[in-house]
């Protein structure tokens, strides 16, 4: 159901108190506005700390700097429709005895007398002996339909040249998502100004505006990304995979019935090309990338990790559809270290799963491992992700890919002038990263001769590097030995 749906069946059914989230004033307070315009609810007073209620039969700025002055003002409004109270900020004064106190006091006249107190503000903080009494209710931030509307009125009053183009149009709908109207209005006058118009560069911008509004939370990053399928040296099952999932979330799938994916679990040694992965779907899929460290979700007061990971949810469901990719999930959820930390592991990992496995916004998930075995049963069971895929030890044949692509991005003109065949036979034991890392100590040392670098210094390179492979070479092999028994995915 709708916001305005909920909202109405909350007031028709007397709750006295509820309690709204949001951080859009002046849209929630519209969009009250017109829900109740053709309703019963005919008088809506707005209260706020420094201004009092700006419109009253008694006084002006009645109840200014006095929260007990507010509620003592719903007591004395005899009022013979039923009315509304929106009161901005007043958390902050649910944990006085006295504002506490004569809530509970109200609460029968407001069911006789038809009156809901309505509590705005973007965080919950309710006291436990008011939990009770107070409903909350999620002020959503805009929805596709509502930044079209926006959009369309934005382009009409604004001085724009040439036409939007529906492609832009939609592209510029999806950017717009997870920002509140007021960003969407910024964003898209800032682009008039610079631009004047409205089009592909129109949406680096409002992507910038993304990433400083999720740079506020600490929790998520946002990534700006540039890699492509094509810079993923083998992982043929997995690109397979994922090419026959590019545009899941577009209107076409949906209306073709396709269920969106959940997402992926990517596990492999270190350097193998996960997290590569992770932004190589982002930007096949034209979708943001937001980069979860999950060490940021524990805190450490009590109920605080709780509440991140919620926090997380919620910035990730508002930038909907997205990628978002869960770094190294295995060091934050050890199975060993569970038991540890009185339950705050196993209450985050169990928050966290049950969203994996019940989530209906388009957020696709990408967690990545190095150490399957330190992985907690509830996150490899079936139906938390859509699939699992082990990247091993690239083949041959793969690492004179990796070797191509990388040497494709140092030296484009003058790439097929190295041995990428004698490499990727030296390089028997190397992971994708500690490839590259050959190519850029070569870089180095012939550098330092002022001259180009070789096959030769290639070869030199590989010859000093160790592969994490021969550093620990029981761990990995019991890995390597796991994933060839059939019971996980190859990439």
Request: hydrophobic share 40%; glycine share 4%; proline share 3%.
């Amino acid at each position: 159901m709708t916001f305005q749906e909920d909202f109405l069946i909350l007031l028709k059914a007397r709750y006295p108190i509820i309690y709204i989230l949001t951080i859009e004033e002046d849209r929630l307070e519209y969009t009250i506005r017109n829900t109740i315009l053709n309703q019963s609810y005919n008088n809506l007073y707005v209260w706020d700390f420094i201004e009092g209620y700006k419109m009253n039969p008694l006084k002006k700025e009645f109840g200014k700097r006095n929260p007990l002055e507010a509620l003592e003002f719903i007591n004395k409004i005899n009022s013979k429709t039923p009315s509304l109270f929106l009161l901005k900020d007043f958390k902050r004064f649910l944990k006085d005895l006295t504002i506490s106190r004569k809530l509970k006091n109200l609460i029968q006249v407001l069911k006789i007398q038809q009156k809901t107190i309505l509590i705005l503000d973007s965080e919950v903080e309710i006291p436990n002996d008011l939990k009770d009494h107070i409903t909350i209710l999620k002020f959503n931030l805009p929805t596709p339909k509502e930044i079209k509307k926006e959009l369309l009125r934005l382009t009409k009053n604004l001085t724009i040249q040439g036409q939007l183009s529906q492609g832009i149009f939609e592209k510029v709908i999806q950017a717009c998502q997870g920002l509140s109207l007021e960003k969407i209005r910024r964003v898209l006058g800032k682009a008039v100004v610079i631009y004047k118009q409205i089009d592909q560069n129109s949406i680096s911008l409002i992507l910038e505006e993304k990433r400083q509004v999720i740079s506020q939370t600490q929790l998520l990053e946002f990534w700006s990304v540039r890699s492509t399928l094509k810079d993923v040296g083998g992982a043929y099952n997995l690109k397979q995979w994922l090419n026959a999932r590019t545009g899941i979330f577009s209107e076409d799938a949906n209306n073709y019935g396709l269920v969106m994916p959940k997402g992926l679990l990517l596990i492999g040694m270190q350097g193998s090309g996960k997290s590569l992965i992770a932004k190589a779907v982002a930007y096949e899929w034209k979708l943001p990338l937001l980069r979860l460290d999950v060490g940021r979700l524990f805190g450490g007061v009590v109920g605080e990790s709780e509440s991140r990971v919620r926090e997380m949810i919620n910035i990730a469901e508002a930038l909907a559809p997205c990628v978002l990719w869960v770094d190294e999930i295995d060091k934050a959820f050890n199975d060993s270290e569970q038991n540890l930390d009185n339950g705050t592991t196993s209450r985050v990992l169990a928050t966290f799963i049950t969203w994996l496995a019940e989530k209906i916004l388009p957020v696709f998930v990408i967690a990545t491992a190095n150490d399957i075995y330190s992985l907690p049963l509830e996150i490899l069971r079936k139906g938390r992700f859509d699939e699992i895929f082990f990247l091993g030890i690239p083949t041959i044949e793969e690492r004179k890919m990796i070797y191509e692509i990388h040497l494709k991005r140092f030296r484009p003109d003058t790439w097929h002038k190295y041995d990428s065949k004698k490499l990727s036979k030296r390089a028997r034991k190397f992971s994708g990263a500690e490839i590259e890392q050959t190519i850029i100590d070569a870089m180095y040392v012939a550098f330092s001769e002022r001259r180009e670098f070789t096959t030769n210094d290639i070869l030199v390179a590989i010859k000093e590097t160790i592969p994490i492979l021969e550093m620990d070479p029981l761990r990995t092999q019991v890995i390597q030995n796991w994933a060839s028994s059939g019971r996980i995915r190859v990439a």
